[in-house]
């Protein structure tokens, strides 16, 4: 899942889920061409994250 649809089912936008890669939060794997790769493992720690009360 590429981040587009991550941001579209309510999580954060694409922004802040490049702030949470760049603070260690998120990992997603990475497409042989590069793009980030979100899957299902990204979008439960984004709900942690928001249910944790970090800034979204």
Excluded at 42 to 48: C, S
Aim: charged share 25%; glycine share 10%; no cysteine.
């Amino acid at each position: 899942m590429d981040a587009d649809p991550i941001a579209l089912i309510g999580t954060p936008g694409v922004q802040m889920l490049r702030y949470y890669e760049a603070e260690g939060l998120l990992a997603p794997a990475r497409t042989s061409s590069g793009y980030r790769d979100y899957g299902p493992a990204e979008k439960d720690t984004v709900e942690r994250i928001k249910t944790l009360g970090h800034p979204a």
